[in-house]
């Protein structure tokens, strides 16, 4: 059986028993907060209990590494979004120690790709496209280092409203301690 046979089956028993009850909560985030993050599978569940964050207290917003290095991608879309149409006062940028984007090597990545069937003719293609593969998929030296750049990038968008303010964090995925890269202390009028 297909792992997602298995979901969707558990998924029919799940709405069958009402289960989605206890979830039940609309889409303003009750903390006013964003939290962006790495999609690392240690966090589901971890990042929000360490945090003290509840089903409809936060948008969850996640990429691999939690990196953000264009100010118009769709990470920025999505803060920008549960900013103005979603009432969040605030932004939480969380990468997490032991972070596989720390280790990417994009000439074995690559190597990876056309071991599965992608041509090289396909990574031309993207080169005469101005895509630079390895550009796009390098890592990080330390996490702190690329929180800290995801952190300004969002900070200095010339779309972001003065009175949000912007966090950086990182956590243990073996703990749940989380360490400050860089706390908003600025004095804002909230709106």
Do not use: W
Not at 25 to 51: D, G, H, Q
Not at 83 to 108: F, P, Q, R, W
């Amino acid at each position: 059986m297909r792992r997602i046979d298995e979901m969707l089956a558990y998924n029919e028993q799940f709405v069958a028993d009402k289960n989605y009850e206890q979830f039940l909560t609309n889409s303003i985030p009750n903390k006013k907060m964003v939290i962006f993050t790495c999609m690392e599978s240690r966090l589901v569940e971890l990042l929000p209990k360490a945090l003290n964050i509840q089903n409809g207290d936060a948008k969850m917003v996640k990429n691999a590494g939690a990196i953000i290095r264009k100010s118009f991608d769709s990470i920025i879309k999505s803060i920008l979004v549960a900013i103005y149409k979603l009432e969040a006062e605030e932004v939480a940028v969380i990468g997490h120690h032991d972070c596989g984007m720390s280790s990417v090597n994009t000439h074995e990545l690559m190597d990876q790709m056309k071991a599965e069937g992608i041509k090289d003719e396909t990574f031309k293609a993207l080169e005469y496209s101005g895509i630079d593969f390895h550009h796009e998929f390098h890592g990080f030296q330390t996490v702190e280092e690329s929180i800290a750049q995801s952190v300004e990038i969002i900070r200095e968008h010339p779309l972001l409203p003065a009175h949000v303010l912007v966090h950086g964090l990182v956590i243990s995925p073996d703990t749940g301690k989380v360490d400050i890269v860089s706390i908003d202390e600025r004095e804002v009028e909230k709106k």
